[in-house]
C-alpha cells in the first residue's frame, strides 16, 4: 500500500473485510500505526467535517 502510494500508482483503496467488527478493528489496531509511522497517513484529522479535511472551502449559503 505504502509503495503504490508514495509512487503515485493509488490515491486511495478500497477495503473489504471478511470478518466485522473484528476485521476492521483488526486493521485499525495493526494497519493505521504502521501507516502513521511511514508518514502516509495522517496522525489525526485535521477538521471534524470531510469537507474540510479534503482541503475544499465552505460553500456560501443560498439561503443567508
Do not use: C, K, Y
Not at 14 to 40: I, K, N
Not at 41 to 61: D, H, I, Q
Amino acid at each position: 500500500m505504502t509503495q503504490r502510494f508514495t509512487s503515485g500508482a493509488a490515491d486511495g483503496f478500497t477495503l473489504a473485510f471478511s470478518s466485522v467488527p473484528q476485521g476492521v478493528e483488526e486493521f485499525a489496531e495493526q494497519v493505521v500505526p504502521l501507516l502513521v509511522r511511514r508518514g502516509v497517513l495522517a496522525p489525526e484529522l485535521r477538521s471534524a467535517t470531510l469537507r474540510g479535511n479534503l482541503g475544499l472551502p465552505v460553500p456560501r449559503s443560498r439561503w443567508a
